[in-house]
């Protein structure tokens, strides 16, 4: 008796021991910016908060689209702006500082890293030239440097707004930022205070405008200005003429070594920017900067909690994933300059066309407050200007690559609940997109080739990426089915669903490629099929292509934007209907044709993992009963190209699209974005648990996991028997427990009740 | 007289020049490193030869391509019209036998030295006088070509002066978007 005391008050302790080590354990510690960061991952480095506005980062020549490279690339300098996980042309990169030691006589303070240290909120970096080490924190709107110079060394400091990424000679280059105008002034010895102003970039956006003022803790001993090539010694300020201007300024040798720079950034005004600085970080404590943005993202991931023993790369995998994900669109409200109401203003959206399938339902799990946040902003964009965003960036809608896919976000938002949204101006926009085509450049807003799509029920070889815009459409139209029957307009609901089958018009039903039957294949205005495509611009000759289920035209046939199919191929975009998958699999030949040809789209390369078109494609064995295959895949997919790595995200990581597919598979769910389900696979995690907002929570366990026991052998949804492979958002809403019993081999489980249908 | 030595000296400059331009071969595993501007991408490209008797073939390589481009022996002698095809249908691309790819027939050559103009495409490519900043080179090594340009779409076009073997190593302003340069020559 007297020994079972003993041992329940030591097991006691350890037990309490254990849950408070849990308790403190910080799950932001687990997220690693570098995962990603080379290679074509092209994420963000630096500091961010939440959706921030302030994104300071290294910017290693003026290529890289996140600003940073690798050591040993140079660095030009550090800038304010940027975005995360990028394609195309650069896109922001604005007012540089460098420090440097030295003389006050030379623009170009470039300089070589001889070590970097990232962790979440922090960057740090020692130049090999002068032992200069610089250490970035920052705020939502301010961003705070701390440097520390070599002991007599000369502390200078080059404040550059004339710089930004992705510059080309090239006048109107297409994707190229373009420089509009800068100024800068020196207001006394502790400030300065100037703008950027840029047009293009990836989304050819208008001119945008960012602001900033630098107070730093030392007075300024001595300065120069300059403008275009020129230095001024005497002036304290180059006003704006089209010209690029910076300075150059010393704090002397004297004092302490440690100089502390807050940059306040506004889009509307300098004096905005000050303000941002006066009401966000009044104070110079580095570290209390650090520790508050530790502790906004410690609030959000900490929302889901994986069980104790899962492994550290697989923390980190997770954790980043999740990080990734909500560092943008970015939150700019009360700094929108284009008009003023209360409402919340986000921007860089970029692309909601890579977004919408995994990024936003997971902000929806996670944080649905933010999303009803960004989904009201998408809406004001409509009211103000006319059309829903799908590729904004610097205050312009300048975009779109396939659909109008704002619809999605909105249908998701709408068959998930989320409340404090005005569903019947959301109705309102979608249908402006899906009837009033965007005018002149069918680029920027809106649905390219909408009249022929009305008219024909696809849109004809000849519009740019026709394949994948019929294909995007229909699924846009299925979504403002889905809300105008929620809304009880039912002859929008019932016009609109035959549109949803507008793909089935460029469904080539006699195809045949690599065994599989139907293709999504090229279709003219007179409804030809067309085999060979005429290519160039000759006046004399008229050499084709042979289109193909396979080929890639671009760039060697036609320009990227101007292809069937938007970065993929048929074989890809042939899967991508997520509203009909069974129509697809009886198009195809039926179930067995249909796991014949997923099986040859996986084991011939056919799939592509690096891009956003494939993403349900490994879930759509669910569809012919057969959920285990999916979850191999997908098992497969992620363990070949998912890793702690800094090249451990396999394409483009889109604004956290790439990393947001792997959390939600990484806890066994998928989202059908658009359809209020998820689909279930065997989950990576053991235990995986969500705090919602309703103040309920949602565990996913596995019971017998282990690398052998891959299958889900039975599952138990609060205590009861659970035989279908995907569930509801409302049962996970409720909260409660998914149990998941594992074992060896595939069983029956999940093979009868299909996902939902349209 | 001080002008017309000069003349004279130039004269000696331009033709010892000219006497240096080398006239690369094209041999068994010849391989030729092009980069290609697309539709304002630019994209590396490797054709490795294999001479036989019958055909010449070109094994190419680019990013997400690699294939076998055979070129006929009567298509090498005659051929009329060149391939833009990028071999992306097919592992072994048999281009017709009216079809050359990267090069020019050598009866084509033979027209365009003999009449300073040739057909191709159906379209007449006419000598352009070579101007001196008008040279090729590669990797630092002047080239002897034969700068050409369409009458009508005015692509211009450098044909290596190699009667065998007249490959472009330039194209500009094609109407097809297809534009390269020939950077690198590797014999293996």
């Known amino acids: 008796m007297k020994i079972n005391t003993k041992a329940i008050l030591f097991l006691s302790i350890s037990l309490l021991l254990e849950m408070t080590v849990i308790a403190q354990e910080k799950v932001h510690t687990y997220v690693d910016p570098m995962i990603g960061s080379e290679g074509v991952g092209r994420v963000f480095v630096g500091p961010s908060c939440p959706y921030g506005m302030v994104k300071p980062s290294p910017d290693c020549t003026a290529g890289p689209n996140s600003g940073w490279l690798p050591i040993p690339k140079e660095v030009t300098g550090f800038s304010q702006v940027h975005v995360s996980g990028t394609g195309g042309g650069p896109k922001y990169g604005n007012i540089q500082i460098m420090p440097f030691s030295g003389a006050l006589d030379k623009l170009d303070q470039t300089s070589f890293r001889a070590e970097e240290n990232v962790k979440l909120g922090y960057y740090e970096t020692v130049f090999k030239e002068n032992g200069i080490k610089t250490e970035i924190t920052t705020g939502e709107k301010v961003s705070f440097y701390r440097i520390t110079y070599p002991e007599n060394q000369v502390k200078a400091l080059k404040i550059d707004p004339g710089f930004f990424l992705g510059e080309q000679a090239e006048p109107d280059g297409r994707e190229a930022q373009q420089f509009v105008g800068s100024q800068i002034e020196i207001v006394s010895d502790t400030e300065i205070r100037g703008y950027s102003r840029i047009r293009g970039g990836w989304n050819n956006g208008r001119a945008y405008t960012v602001y900033f003022w630098a107070v730093f803790d030392q007075p300024i001993a001595k300065h120069v200005t300059y403008k275009d090539g020129k230095f001024y010694p005497n002036d304290k300020a180059q006003f704006d003429s089209g010209k690029k201007t910076a300075a150059l300024v010393s704090f002397g040798k004297e004092g302490k070594q440690e100089l502390n720079v807050k940059i306040g950034i506004s889009f509307l005004s300098e004096l905005k920017a000050k303000n941002n600085i006066e009401v966000e970080i009044p104070h110079w404590d580095f570290n209390a900067v650090l520790v508050a943005l530790e502790n906004k993202w410690e609030n959000l991931l900490s929302r889901i909690r994986l069980s104790a023993d899962t492994s550290v790369d697989y923390k980190k995998m997770f954790y980043t994933g999740l990080y990734h994900t909500m560092i943008m669109p970015v939150d700019r409200t009360g700094e929108n300059p284009l008009w003023t109401n209360n409402e919340p203003y986000y921007d860089d959206f970029y692309t909601i066309w890579d977004t919408f399938r995994t990024s936003s339902p997971l902000i929806t799990l996670i944080d649905s407050k933010r999303n009803v946040e960004i989904i009201n902003a998408m809406l004001n964009i409509y009211k103000r200007e006319g059309y829903l965003p799908e590729g904004r960036s610097g205050n312009d809608n300048g975009r779109t690559q396939g659909g109008s896919n704002a619809e999605v976000v909105l249908a998701d938002a709408f068959v998930k609940n989320l409340t404090g949204i005005d569903y019947e101006l959301a109705l309102k926009a979608m249908l402006k997109d899906a009837t009033v085509p965007p005018g002149g450049n069918e680029e920027k807003e809106g649905r390219g080739g909408l009249l022929d799509y009305i008219r024909l029920g696809y849109v004809p070889y000849g519009t740019d990426r026709a394949g994948n815009r019929t294909i995007d459409y229909s699924y846009n139209d299925y979504n403002i089915a889905v809300v105008a029957k929620g809304l009880n307009k039912m002859d929008l609901y019932e016009r609109y669903m035959k549109q949803a089958d507008s793909w089935q018009n460029l469904w080539r039903a006699d195809y045949t490629d690599k065994g599989a039957t139907g293709f999504i294949m090229p279709k003219d205005a007179n409804g030809n099929w067309l085999d060979d495509i005429v290519f160039g611009e000759s006046k004399i000759q008229k050499p084709t292509f042979k289109y193909t289920p396979v080929i890639i035209e671009s760039p060697w046939y036609v320009c990227h934007w101007c292809v069937f199919f938007y970065e993929g191929t048929s074989w890809e975009y042939s899967f991508s209907i997520p509203h009909d998958v069974p129509e697809l699999v009886r198009k195809s030949g039926g179930e067995k044709a249909f796991e014949t040809r997923l099986d040859t789209f996986f084991n011939t390369n056919l799939y592509n993992v690096a891009n956003e078109p494939s993403f349900l494609t490994p879930c759509l064995y669910h569809w012919i009963g057969k959920p285990y295959l999916s979850s191999d895949r997908i098992s497969s997919i992620i363990k070949n190209n998912f890793n702690t790595s800094r090249k451990g995200l396999p394409g483009n990581d889109d604004s956290g699209a790439m990393s947001s597919w792997l959390a939600f598979h990484m806890m066994g769910l998928y989202p059908n974005a658009g359809q209020p389900y998820y689909l279930l696979n065997t989950p990576l995690i053991k235990e995986t648990t969500v705090t919602l907002e309703n103040g309920k929570s949602f565990t996913i366990s596995t019971k017998k996991r282990s690398d052998k026991n891959k299958y889900i052998k039975a599952a138990f949804l609060n205590g009861k028997p659970y035989d279908k492979a995907w569930i509801s958002h409302d049962d996970i809403m409720n909260g409660g427990q998914l149990l998941l019993e594992m074992d060896s081999k595939p069983s029956a489980w999940g093979t009868t009740i299909l996902p939902p249908t349209k | ?188």
Not at chain 2, 17 to 39: D, F, G, I, M, W
Not at chain 2, 40 to 53: D, E, Y
Not at chain 2, 113 to 139: A, R
Not at chain 2, 146 to 160: E, F, G, P, R, S
């Open chain 2, 1 to 188: 007289m001080k002008n017309v030595l000069l003349s004279l000296l130039f004269c000696v400059v331009y033709q010892l020049a000219e006497a240096q331009r080398s006239v690369p071969e094209l041999k068994n595993n010849t391989t030729l490193h092009y980069e290609c501007k697309l539709h304002g991408q630019t994209r590396a490209l490797k054709l490795t030869a294999n001479v036989s008797s019958d055909t010449l073939v070109f094994h190419l390589e680019t990013r997400g391509v690699k294939s076998d481009i055979v070129i006929a022996q009567q298509a090498l002698k005659n051929g009329t019209a060149l391939s833009f095809n990028q071999g992306e249908n097919t592992a072994v691309l048999h281009l017709k036998p009216t079809e050359t790819f990267f090069m020019i027939s050598r009866s084509a050559y033979q027209d365009l030295v003999q009449n300073n103009k040739f057909v191709y495409n159906n379209t007449t490519y006419d000598v352009i006088n070579q101007k001196p900043n008008d040279e090729v080179f590669i990797e630092g090594k002047a080239i002897d070509v034969l700068h050409v340009k369409a009458q009508i779409d005015n692509t211009a076009l450098w044909i290596i002066k190699n009667p065998d073997f007249p490959i472009i190593c330039k194209v500009d302003k094609n109407p097809l978007g297809i534009d390269f340069t020939l950077m690198k020559i590797e014999q293996k």
